[in-house]
């Protein structure tokens, strides 16, 4: 039996299945990593808006339809600064002008101004609606965006890009999935007479799938255990190059589940696959 065994699963059958996992693996951690950065990411912006309100002195008035040129910009941006500089819920003023836009010069539209403002933390519940009313009177063109506006902006990106991270994590999953089955498939064909004779033996097609099993295990553990190490080394010098603010324990979580997956996957479609085929040719 130890000897059809071998025949029927050689050492080398599924080599190529560790290779594949090794790759998979790599981009399933590489698609966490990004996953954590994206939500670490968004919840440093969200702490550094949380005081804070951006009014934008646009180029274009939509209503009067007209374009302003610069110096109209700057008299607008230095009213807005007269009428908040005392304020005693605003902390810091900062005008911020742009620099360069290749499409606003092809166009000769002067660039917008924005000013951003920090608020004093122990402010009143009603700043952010005062201070609005205050900037609309002052200048009526200007656009202003609260916290809570950003929030939402930042959030709805976060989001849209934390699902495609997810996604892609399904999709190496999936396409895992589809080429172990195609392996094992084509493995159980090549071995056909193998396995006729081992059901003539008295195995039967469970003891055929945990053969089958078996094999796959080993390739699918170190296939997942390089991958995990090239994304460990990845990590380490990203961390010399940047300040990583997110628990590094997330991060092995994800791994040691990614890991799992992979062996819960590669376990369970095997066996999917062969019993699924050899009830076939019964």
């Known amino acids: 039996m130890a000897h059809l065994s071998k025949q029927l699963l050689p050492s080398s059958t599924f080599q190529h299945i560790g290779v594949m996992v090794f790759f998979m693996s790599f981009v399933a951690c590489l698609c966490a990593l990004g996953f954590l950065f994206v939500k670490d990411i968004t919840g440093k912006w969200i702490i550094d808006i949380e005081h804070s309100l951006t009014i934008e002195i646009p180029s274009y008035s939509i209503?009067?339809?007209?374009?302003?040129?610069?110096?109209?910009?700057?008299?607008?941006?230095?009213?807005?600064?007269?009428?908040?500089?005392?304020?005693?819920?605003?902390?810091?003023?900062?005008?911020?002008?742009?620099?360069?836009?290749?499409?606003?010069?092809?166009?000769?539209?002067?660039?917008?101004?924005?000013?951003?403002?920090?608020?004093?933390?122990?402010?009143?519940?009603?700043?952010?609606?005062?201070?609005?009313?205050?900037?609309?009177?002052?200048?009526?063109?200007?656009i202003v965006k609260t916290n809570e506006e950003w929030q939402s902006s930042i959030l709805a990106v976060a989001t849209r890009l934390k699902m495609v991270f997810s996604a892609l994590t399904l999709c190496v999953f999936i396409v895992s999935a589809m080429i172990i089955g195609a392996?094992?498939?084509?493995?159980?064909?090549?071995?056909?007479?193998?396995?006729?004779?081992?059901?003539?033996?008295?195995?039967?097609?469970?003891?055929?799938?945990?053969?089958?099993?078996?094999?796959?295990?080993?390739?699918?553990?170190w296939g997942s255990a390089f991958g995990n190490t090239i994304v460990f080394l990845c990590l380490s010098k990203l961390a010399l190059l940047y300040d990583i603010g997110f628990s590094l324990i997330d991060f092995y979580i994800c791994v040691a589940a990614i890991t799992v997956c992979f062996i819960t996957l590669g376990w369970g479609v095997t066996r999917w696959v062969v019993l699924k085929s050899l009830w076939a040719m019964a």
């Open 63 to 142: 209503e009067e339809e007209k374009i302003f040129d610069a110096n109209h910009i700057s008299k607008l941006s230095e009213k807005i600064r007269l009428a908040l500089g005392d304020d005693p819920a605003i902390t810091h003023l900062k005008i911020e002008k742009i620099t360069s836009n290749n499409i606003m010069d092809d166009f000769d539209i002067p660039l917008p101004v924005f000013i951003e403002i920090t608020l004093h933390e122990q402010r009143s519940d009603n700043t952010e609606d005062r201070l609005r009313k205050k900037i609309a009177r002052t200048v009526p063109v200007a």
């Open 183 to 221: 392996i094992i498939s084509a493995q159980l064909k090549a071995s056909q007479k193998n396995i006729e004779l081992f059901h003539l033996m008295g195995a039967t097609p469970s003891k055929i799938a945990s053969l089958f099993q078996v094999s796959i295990l080993r390739p699918v553990l």
